[in-house]
């Protein structure tokens, strides 16, 4: 189980909350897949997609608002988590290039680890003096 750390914390409620909750997706993900990894995939994806397209649309909301700085560049870097995801799931369900099995459930929840762990850590915590 995946958790937010002390350093991920924005200090923003709605934010905070919202990193919460695509926390709790890779982490039900990690058991939705010892079931049905096919159908976990399937879910799991299109919640994602879904989500963090609703957090990062307030999350620049808020920053345009607020005058940080480096709103175009974080910007950026949501267009390119959302560009990967559409990808992954376009690999797994429309070329079907790669086999949906234990390895992928692996590599998904590694990656979404990963980005969120160093997007919230390097990008997303530049924000905290100008929204609070
Ligand atoms: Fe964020
Ligand atoms: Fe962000």
Known sequence: MFSLSK?????????????????DIINEFELKSQENSLLAMHETLKELLKYSKYHFEREEKLQKESGYPHYQMHKSEHATFIYNIKLMAKSYFVDKTKPIDEKATKDIINFMQHWLVYHIEKFDTLMKEYIN
């Open 7 to 23: 350093d991920m914390m924005i200090g923003n409620h709605m934010i905070d909350n919202d990193h919460q909750k695509l926390v």
